[in-house]
């Protein structure tokens, strides 16, 4: 068996925990990450029948079963994640009752998957019915997008058009807007259901007053919605207690689509 800690998918989850720590939007043990691995990713890595650990989930996800997913682990600092990934990332695989998490292999001193388990693994399941190439589910702390979510009305229509305002290509990286939801209590299957619900619509979920989750096919399409969100916010945040001399027009917005030829949410225009 090859060593686990080489492996590309560990080294892109570490780059990635880390990256995201530095930008500020992780502090403590904010966010968490889940990538779906292929069982040829982990064939040279794992023996897939050596389970350490039955942890159960508190929920059903029968369209994951078999599937294996490199998740972080709940309490874990984004910030320790690549000096020491077995303690703070676990390998699980959802087992055939559809609701036990099998553990094979992380979370080394006796931890456990993160308290968004429900959020990802359910957002997971309506992601791959929509692209069954779909494989990162990640949530964090973006600071600007925060603090937006404390002065903007929490409604798709107008989140969308206020970050689609801010920069000319937020539209070209997502033409179907951002899903918004209100303050929840986070950790609960009810919040992990709702986030799933608005993954039905779109890729990006913001959760009001708490942070943001992004889908992809791989990281950088997760990580690039969310800073490109986070990007626009961070200029609302900026310019919108100036006096504004000049707007990115529903019209201009709707030439960039042509110009992409891009299917845009067009009923976000008009406020
Ligand atoms: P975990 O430490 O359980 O992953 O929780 C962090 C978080 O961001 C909760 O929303
Ligand atoms: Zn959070």
């Known amino acids: 068996m090859k060593d686990i800690l080489s492996a590309p998918f560990m080294r892109e989850m570490c780059d990635m925990a880390d990256n995201m720590y530095r ?115 990640m949530h964090t702390h973006p600071t600007a997008t925060l603090a937006m979510t404390h002065v903007t009305e ?6 969308t058009r206020l970050i689609w305002g801010t920069c000319t290509e937020c539209i070209v990286v997502f033409p179907d807007g951002i899903g918004v939801l209100p303050w929840m209590v986070c950790g609960t299957n009810e919040i992990g259901e709702a986030t799933a619900k608005k993954m039905e619509d779109y890729r990006i979920v913001i959760w009001g007053m708490h942070g943001i989750y992004g889908a992809g096919v791989d990281f950088d399409e997760a990580f690039g919605l969310i800073e490109t969100v986070e990007k626009g916010a961070q200029l609302y945040m900026m ?33």
């Open 154 to 159: 929490l409604t798709e229509k107008a989140f």
């Open 23 to 137: 930008l500020g939007w992780d502090e403590r043990n904010g966010g968490n990450i889940s990538y779906l691995l292929y069982d040829e990713d982990i064939a040279p890595y794992l023996s897939a029948d050596k389970v350490i650990r039955r942890i159960p989930t508190g929920f059903s996800a029968p369209e994951l079963v078999g599937k294996y997913f490199l998740v972080t682990g709940t309490g874990k600092y984004f910030k320790n994640v690549k000096g020491d990934p077995e303690r703070n990332l676990g390998i699980i695989r959802i087992a055939e009752d559809a609701c036990t998490a099998e553990l094979l292999w992380g979370f080394s001193n006796g931890g456990r998957f993160t308290s968004e388990l429900p959020a990802h693994l359910m957002s997971h399941t309506v992601r791959l019915r929509h692209n069954p190439k779909n494989r990162v589910i």
């Open 239 to 271: 310019y919108s207690h100036l006096p504004i001399v000049n707007r990115i027009t529903d019209e201009q917005l709707d030439e960039v689509a042509k110009a992409f030829h891009l299917e845009y949410r067009k009923d976000f225009l008009g406020q």
